[in-house]
């Protein structure tokens, strides 16, 4: 989003209904009235739409709209002049918009969509522009003191709104809904990969800001850009800052965001790419990935992978084998990326992981977890993955592991999940630090071949150093089979134990 050059945009909202109380209408792009007869949005073709006119603003356009839907198989193009900054696009009739064919623009122009009561992207919904993409529920773009462009207050925009948006307001007591379905193809990813879904150039941002936000097999991919995901479910304001990234109010409530059934996010590539959730609860299952990190083969010396940052006021919940992951891939260079979790609690099951780990030649990043509570308990349903949390190395891989470290109150490990720092290569294993009041390592397990437990170690047939483990707390449970320890397999040099 570095390209839009904003300063700062904020977002606040109106009192509408949620998504799931309107119905879906049928497919149609509709303009209103509310522009000048000179400037009013035109609209030719169906289910091929292509949308011309609009008011000109220095190097931004504007555009307004009735209904803005596009059918399966069917596309909006928006007709817009190769100077074309950013194209605004409201919708004012109190439809939702349900996008089940292709958004198309021209040049490198940034997209905003804004529809108060609702977006839902299907499967088929896809994007080919050039620039940035922002679908948001929220009721009016600013641009500084110089005025808005208001979808439930629709005038003609102020001959002012020259300069670059710096804010979008929600006043809603709960904010619609924004759903992605979408898993249509989208070319292939740096490493070769195919890649489904929605997706914006490389390098570009993709922000889904609205009340809740619910991604139901549906895909995002912005390599080496940014992916942010968020909303309130009361009236608040947002500031974007200019690297793109949210900076949500204090005080306000969040909205929700749910990856489910194999729902997944992509910023991975030769450097960049970062992962931003702000949410109140973030729920994750059925296999759903939030992947970032340097791409497979991809990077050189000295290139940084981005972060992924998740921020909930209230719980984090991860099951069936869903996975946050900020990885230095095989084959790979450069420095991984950290992960940071901050959440009232954050509870892993059924082999679900969040991962900092390098199977390349770069250094991973580091995982720093704070929450009042911390829960990782079993495995998956074959045994074969437990839950758990990891900073480390992998076999063939050269890079050192990162650090793992565990703010809270208290931390139960059981039934054979794990919190480790190992090496499985040439690199160094990271630090272990947990810092608790309460410390609870349960049992093995369903089938007794792992145990749960807290690792610091260096595996078989590695050759690099182990970490050191460091566990703070007034006190420690340790029973039926599980373990803590910085010898797992093997101890390499160094590798302190402390408690």
Known sequence: MSAWHLKSWVLLGSALCVLGCAQPIAAQVVPDNTLSAAERTQVTGNPNFQIDGGGRRGANLFHSFQSFSVPTGGSAFFNNAADVQNILTRVTGGSISNIDGLIRTNGIANLFLL??????FGKNASLNIGGSFVATTANAIQFGNFGFFSATNPEAPSPLLTINPNALFFNQIAAARIQNNSTAPAGTTLAGADAFGLRVPNGQSLLLVGGDIKMDGGKL?????????GGLSAPGTIGLNGDGSLSFPVGVQRADVSLTN??????????????????RNLEMTGESVLQAGIGRGLGTVGTQAGDISINATGAINLNKLS????????????????????ASSLRLEGGAQINAITFGAGKGGNLSVDAQDVQIIGRSANGQDGSGLFASTTPNSTGNAGDLTIKTNTLLVRDGAQVGTGTFGAGKGGNLSVDAQDVQI????????????LFASAQLNSTGNV?????????????????????????????????
């Open 442 to 453: 349960i049992g093995r397990s369903s089938n007794g071949r792992f145990g749960s437990g």
């Open 221 to 229: 991919n912005a390599f080496g850009g940014r992916v942010e995901l």
């Open 262 to 279: 194999g729902a997944i996010v992509d910023v991975s590539s030769g450097g960049g790419g970062s992962i931003a959730v702000n949410a």
């Open 323 to 342: 996975q946050i992951n900020n990885d230095v891939q095989s084959g790979a260079n450069g420095q991984g990326g950290d992960v940071s979790i901050s």
């Open 467 to 499: 970490g050191d483990l460091t566990i703070k707390t007034n006190t420690l449970l340790v029973r039926d089979g599980a373990t803590d320890t910085n010898c797992h397999f093997r101890c390499g040099q160094g590798g302190k134990f402390e408690r």
């Open 115 to 120: 529809n108060p009561s609702g977006i839902i």
